[in-house]
């Protein structure tokens, strides 16, 4: 058979980079991923190919095969490399942890192209996650000098330095900002928040909570205009069929018993190893700080807010969580081998590894269905702290409840009573942890944790600050620093603004 010609050839490997970049925009990643390696399998020379395979890998769950594809695209040639040297660096901190290896990629693609702004952003984020104020800093400032008007380089400068007094000319610059920004949403809630934040640092909390107002305000638009919104009753539905899929009786019940809500599951699920650590509550509530204390542990390892199990959840127990009033042992076996399997690749060799995401805390039934040894660490913070830290912060569209304090406080009493239900379902494996109590009194309350966890006592959990792990949580700097009461009825200076939302806040704690 003769060979095709070589236009011939082109245009069937452009029909197949279009049905990629097709399978791609409907966000099948494993799709355009198959049919990117197909390509590659017959012209095994494009680099720009084995980039685009490289970010689909990522997307799938699969970070060190996007390594290999990016360091292929990078033998190649590839146009741009430092866009590769970029997402490696991504991927070794993100994914994998390892803050040496990234802060290695990030330097060669500067090596490679001084002015690249995204490259100093991601090297001063790694700084900040590693809890380097003052490195973190510089980067910061390289990047404003390269683009003295980008608003989020400005706002992360601010959230990194350590604001003492009201002329500090951050202040300034965050004012001149955002009289000038006009009305781009997502741009004006970066430096609201960030303005907010440092005027709240400074005792001038009139004006920080017009900050905030503002900020929330345009953080709202930017998630409408995305398509994302709280809706209060869909909420209340969800919790509603939480607590229907894991119900009381189903705690009690005898093996091999069949009736609604009950899983038959107990006995099936396979021996962790290494252990999870499940850390989980209200997002602000105290988990980043509980994490530092028990990854100072040398028996534990740090997991951060892991995918693993949302992603277990997508894929194995649709529609969820109705799916879950029906279950039999061996699709439950499947998902609990997934999820330890996941865990030890991140880690292996872990005796015991955390897994903090707060909202896990809807999946509590799942995981005790799945693991059934597991325990499950719950922190809690008073309410109007708690609410009012989340009002403070500029969080994904995701969290579409964060903008408004009334949502807020609706769903922080849906989480209290779907809290309340798992209390009576597991009563006995869930760890409840009070941030007041713990800064009160860490020693006591660092041991009662380690007890309930059958971990023996180590010192070095009440110096959790002297780590140099990474931190990706808002929780950054706060957890560099030891144990300290200054957000304790912190919400007691904005008593007068939180007066319509307080009495539903304290009604009705966990």
Partial sequence: MSKRPANEERAAAERLLARAAEQERA??????????????????????????????????????????????????????????????????????QCAELAETELQRALALNPNYL???????????????????RLAYERALALQPDHPET??????????????????????????????????????????????????????????????????????????????????????????????AAAATQAPGESTPGRLQSQSVAPSPSPQPIFICGMFRSGSTLVEQILAAHPQVRRGGELPLLPAIVQEHFQPYPQ??????????????????????????????ITDKRPDNFHHIGLIKTMLPQTRIVHTRR??????????????DHAMAYATDLGDITHHIREYQRLMRHWHTVYSQDLI????????????????????????????????????RSLVKTASVWQVREPLHRRSLGRWQNYATELEPWRQALTEAPV
């Avoid at 439950?332 to 997934?338: Q, Y």
């Fill in 118 to 136: 995204p490259a100093w952003l991601n090297l001063a984020n790694l700084h900040e996650d590693r809890g380097e104020r003052e490195a973190a």
């Fill in 323 to 352: 799916a879950c009033r029906s279950l039999d042992a061996a699709r439950i076996s499947v998902a609990a081998t997934a999820y330890l399997q996941g865990i030890k690749r991140i880690h292996p060799g872990a005796q015991y």
């Fill in 432 to 467: 409840d942890v009070d941030y007041e109590s713990l800064v009160r009194s860490p020693e006591t309350e660092v041991r009662r944790l380690l007890d309930a966890l059958e971990l023996p006592w180590e010192p070095a959990c009440l110096e959790f600050y002297r780590q």
């Fill in 154 to 247: 400005l706002a992360r400068l601010t959230n990194a330095s350590i604001i003492d007094r009201a002329d500090d000319p951050l202040i300034s610059r965050l004012r001149a900002a955002l009289a000038s920004t006009g009305t781009e949403w997502t741009q004006r809630a970066e430096l609201g928040f960030a303005l907010g934040r440092a005027l709240d640092a400074v005792g001038e909390y009139a004006e920080a909570w017009r900050a905030y107002r503002t900020a929330n305000s345009a953080s709202r638009m930017s998630a409408l205009a995305a398509g994302a919104r709280y809706d209060r009753a869909a909420y209340a539905r969800h919790v509603d069929a939480l607590i229907a899929a894991f119900p």
């Fill in 27 to 96: 966000g099948d990643w494993a799709a355009a991923a198959g049919t990117l390696r197909t390509v590659l399998g017959q012209w095994p020379a494009l680099a720009d190919t084995w980039y685009n395979l490289g970010r689909m890998q990522r997307r799938c769950g699969e970070p060190e095969a996007a390594l290999a594809s990016y360091a292929r695209a990078l033998e190649l040639g590839l146009d741009g490399p430092e866009e590769a040297h970029l997402n490696r660096g991504v991927i070794y901190a993100d994914d994998l």
């Fill in 382 to 395: 008073n309410a109007l702290d708690n609410a009012l830290s989340i009002w403070f912060l500029h969080l």
